[in-house]
């Protein structure tokens, strides 16, 4: 998909306990026409590899890291790199 009707925003730092939740509603939405990009504040709570597992195979989700700069810095990063 190379550009989707909808960029879905998602910065992460230490929600481990919500984020899987949301990630879960995400592809269970009809509209399909969507990309999610998450991006990986500097979070300390190492579920690093439980969301990529949840997105692994799934071509609308994209992952970045980054060191921890607020979630304005995330927002900014995630938007920088929507289609």
Known sequence: MN???VSVLMPY???SKYFLDT???LKEQTFTDWECIIINDGSTDNDRNLILDNIKNDFRFRYYEQNN????NAKNTAAALSR
């Open 13 to 15: 730092y230490n929600m």
């Open 69 to 72: 700069g607020g979630v304005a």
């Open 3 to 5: 550009n989707p009707k």
């Open 23 to 25: 990630l879960k509603s």
